[in-house]
């Protein structure tokens, strides 16, 4: 059969990575995929000479790509919301297919675009969008699908990890390992999307959709950032038996979905407590199942490059495939989609554990302790570090059990009105994963 003919919009990191990896695995690519598959375009904003682009079309004009007629799959790098979305519905519409990594494009605008991609019978592939070469997309939809999934939590943005993992081994601080997660790499000059969780919560939206068969809902993810957490609170945890993650949380409960990205703690045996540096890690608990994991690289060039290549076989793969029977974009079909409520995070349950600077007098620990009680909210384990004395304040560690979080956010407004006695409170959920 003659070549699938690939259009590149975007010639960065992953776009490189990209067509180096289709170059040089060539043959084993066309072996796998049943044919060829030729880039014949590529819009890059400027030249880039590291790449040998020898015989293949360049043009500074991504609606170039979208727009040639010889091309069959457009595979767009470029990032962003506005001007991907509208490269990727014109491909759409030019019948072509399309292959992405953009996770925010897929968790605030992937509704739109895949009822357009079913109304002209195209697909879109967009596996690199999450957890970079990690095939968590595929083994969720396809490998897990005769399970009834649960729940799923991941280490999903390596910036944040690997901030963590330093502030835990090394007992930096946050400002310092930012600066150079900056100078490495890892964090953009402007690192909001990492440190705040929104990269994340694009990313958990989009296997929230895939798990529970709802619709991308990105609006009502509860993101809470890293920014807040100091080398003492890794410290504290670490004390406790528990590792700090910056996870993302998406679970099926009886009264909707639970979706929210914010620091965690989990028990330090368990294997997502050990993902350290860079690196990512899924969990996904089916009913068949149980527990698995999914491990490796969350970014860089060829990993990346792994995903996107791979979707572009599964597009050759089924490009003679009736368009009815393909797998569905979110795993369940179009009409079988369910309408299961994004819970608020003050309906979502967990542990916590709480670093109360508080005076150390006399009385102060029942003070606390009545109004966690008054509010149903039970004490696990607690912790004192007197000689950790700052401003007339020692920290109180405490763990409680689960409780709903608006019980939680009513003892905090309590406590603070304690101003007398108490300073900062500083709140952390629990994850047991288990």
Not at 327 to 354: N, R
Not at 392 to 405: F, N, S, Y
Request: aromatic letters at 6%.
């Amino acid at each position: 059969m003659n070549p699938v003919k690939v259009g590149i919009c975007g010639l960065g990191t992953v776009g490189g990575g990209t067509f180096n990896v289709l170059k040089r695995n060539a043959a084993e690519i066309a072996r796998r995929a049943g044919r060829g598959i030729e880039v014949v375009q590529i819009a890059s904003r400027s030249a880039k000479p590291q790449y040998d682009t020898t015989g293949v079309a360049l043009t500074s004009d991504p609606f170039d790509v979208v727009n040639n007629p010889e091309i069959d799959i457009v595979v767009e790098l470029i990032g962003g919301y506005d001007l991907a979305r509208e490269l990727v519905m014109r491909a759409i519409e030019n019948g072509k297919h399309v292959v992405t990594a953009n996770k925010a494009l897929i968790a605030v605008h992937g509704n739109e675009i895949f009822a357009h991609a079913r109304s002209k019978g195209v697909m879109v592939a967009f596996e690199a969008s999450v957890a970079g070469g990690i095939p968590v997309i595929k083994a969720i939809r396809e490998g897990l699908s005769a399970n009834r999934i649960n729940w799923v939590a991941g280490i999903i943005n390596g910036t944040g990890n690997f901030i963590l993992s330093e502030m835990r081994e090394k007992g930096r601080t946050f400002e310092d390992v930012l600066a150079e997660a900056q100078a490495l790499g890892y964090a953009e000059a402007d690192p909001t999307f990492d440190v705040e969780g929104i990269d994340a919560a694009h990313k958990l939206t989009i296997l929230a959709s895939i798990a529970f068969g709802i619709p991308l809902q990105f609006d009502k993810a509860f993101t809470e950032g890293i920014t807040k957490l100091t080398t003492a609170d890794v410290n504290y945890a670490e004390q406790l038996g528990y590792r700090i993650k910056h996870l993302g949380v998406a679970r099926r409960t009886e009264q909707g979905i639970e979706l929210r990205v914010h620091p965690t703690l989990i028990p330090e045996e368990r294997l997502i407590a050990n993902v350290n540096g860079v690196m990512n890690a899924v969990m996904v608990n089916g009913d068949a199942v149980g527990s698995t994991l999914y491990y490796g690289a969350g970014a860089g060039q060829e990993p990346t490059a792994s995903a996107v290549v791979a979707d572009l076989v599964d597009v050759v793969r089924v490009l003679t495939s009736d368009p009815q029977n393909r797998v569905p974009h979110l795993a369940f079909q179009p009409d079988s989609l369910s309408d299961l409520p994004i819970l608020p995070i003050s309906d979502c349950e967990s542990a916590y554990y709480l670093r109360i600077q508080a005076k150390d007098h006399p009385g102060v620990l029942a003070q606390v302790a009545s109004i966690l009680s008054a509010r149903g909210i039970n004490i696990e384990s607690i912790m004192q570090k007197e000689v950790e004395e700052q401003d007339g304040l020692v920290p109180m560690i405490l763990l409680t059990h689960e409780v709903k979080e608006q019980k939680i956010d009513d003892a905090i407004t309590a406590l603070q009105q304690l101003k007398d006695i108490v300073g900062e409170v500083v709140r952390i959920r629990v994850e047991y994963l288990g």
